[in-house]
């Protein structure tokens, strides 16, 4: 039996359910801590299901890391840090749930990877620590903008304190043969799509905030239309352009942080996930409506609060240093966004 045993905190969710695939996929033994505040216990079922035997879980908040005692009496391989609030419109309303759960929980779980001296620390940032970027595509050395909202800033801090927990480690296991502390930072651009089993994907929690699964809903009807932010925007259409990935692809790239951080073990570094290519929302519309065959109803509406003009990134970095790309094109993203969708119904 594998015993790299690796831990998911939020493996329950969108992202982190599809790198349990890939992890599982890979060799590699995952181990979920899901809370389930923003996800469904049908999902490990499915998961079993998917990787043909059931998943090692702990239904426990990360920081309560009493409560996760039982988890580190076997020695842990890694760990991903998927969990945490999401919303950038809530975090505006509530900035302390966002401050409590993505930096609260999680210095709690950091402290508690450290005490173990689990040697591999695979992070969930975002592309939104680049804010609105004066060039494209975004490379990881452009400049952090200041945060447009509490979530945001939870991110940039996020990554902060991943930085001091490597550095204070990497002073304390000076001259020691203990193992090191690897830390990957990963900032995401816009994940969409679905495994294409439609065995799990993005769950609806209420209205959608963002593009895709909007779409899907209003493809299906259960939306009367998609109202497109902006049309009027200095892009090639008028519409915004974000660099959208399979979170297929992206699942994938947590398998090759880890494998980075065991060629170079107690390394930090700092990677863009997307595509490299941008795209625009009425592009998304229209090879949605290619690809499946189904009319998206839309209309324009004004600009979203908020909303940067364009940003998607060079990838290059992760290439060359991780051995990843986007594998999966923009269609077969909707595609399987598609069929996510219409097994929801
Ligand atoms: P998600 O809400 O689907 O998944 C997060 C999971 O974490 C949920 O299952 C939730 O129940 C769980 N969770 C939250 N706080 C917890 C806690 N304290 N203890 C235990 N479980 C907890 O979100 P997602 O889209 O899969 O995002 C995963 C990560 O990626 C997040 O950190 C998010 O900020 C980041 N990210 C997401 C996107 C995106 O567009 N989805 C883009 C960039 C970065
Ligand atoms: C994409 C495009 C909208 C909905 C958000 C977070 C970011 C990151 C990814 C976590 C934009 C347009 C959307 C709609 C529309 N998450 N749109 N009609 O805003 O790029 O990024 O998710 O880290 O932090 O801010 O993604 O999917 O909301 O929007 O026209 O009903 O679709 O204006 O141009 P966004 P999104």
């Known amino acids: 039996m594998n015993r790299k045993r690796i831990a998911v905190t939020g493996g329950l969710g969108y992202i982190g359910s599809h790198t349990v695939v890939a992890l599982h996929e890979a060799g590699y033994t995952p181990v979920i801590v899901d809370d389930l505040r923003n996800s469904n216990a049908d999902v490990l079922e499915r998961l079993g299901g998917i990787c043909g035997a059931p998943l090692e879980y702990y239904a426990a908040d990360c920081g309560d890391v009493q409560a996760l005692a039982a988890l580190f ?3 842990l391989h890694g760990a991903i840090h998927f ?6 419109g809530e975090s505006v ?6 401050f409590a759960n993505n930096l609260g929980a999680m210095a709690r779980w950091v402290e508690a990877l450290r005490l173990h001296r689990v040697a591999h620390v695979v992070f969930s940032s975002s592309c939104t620590v680049y804010g609105e970027p004066s060039s494209l595509p975004v490379d990881e050395s452009a400049p952090m903008q200041d945060a447009t909202s509490p979530y945001g800033y939870t991110k940039q801090a996020g990554e902060q304190l991943l930085r001091y927990a490597h550095a204070a480690a990497q002073s304390a296991n000076h001259g020691s043969s203990s193992p090191a502390f690897g830390v990957v930072l990963l900032r995401y651009f816009n994940p969409i ?19 895709v699964p909007y779409l899907t809903q209003a493809a299906a009807g259960l939306r009367s239309e998609l109202v497109v932010f902006g049309n009027d925007y200095p892009t090639a259409d008028g519409t915004c352009v974000r660099d959208y990935l399979h979170v297929c692809d992206l699942a994938e790239a947590h398998v090759a942080a880890l494998q980075h951080l065991e060629r170079k073990p107690g390394d930090l570094d700092v990677f863009n996930l997307g595509s490299g290519d941008g795209h625009s929302v009425l592009e998304v ?11 998206v109803p839309h209309r324009f509406g004004p600009r979203r609060a908020g909303d940067v003009v364009a940003v998607y990134a060079t990838a290059d970095k992760a290439a060359k240093i991780l051995n990843w790309r986007t594998k999966r094109s923009l269609d077969q993203a909707l595609e399987d966004a598609w069929r996510w969708q219409k097994s929801l119904k």
Request: charged share 20%; glycine share 8%.
């Open 83 to 88: 969990a945490a609030d999401k919303s950038v």
């Open 93 to 98: 309303s509530s900035p302390e749930k966002y």
């Open 193 to 211: 799509g679905a495994h294409p089993s439609a065995q799990i994907g993005e769950l609806p929690l209420g209205t959608p905030a963002n593009l």
């Open 73 to 75: 009496d076997t020695p």
């Open 285 to 295: 519309i229209r090879s949605f409506e290619t690809a499946t065959g189904t009319t």
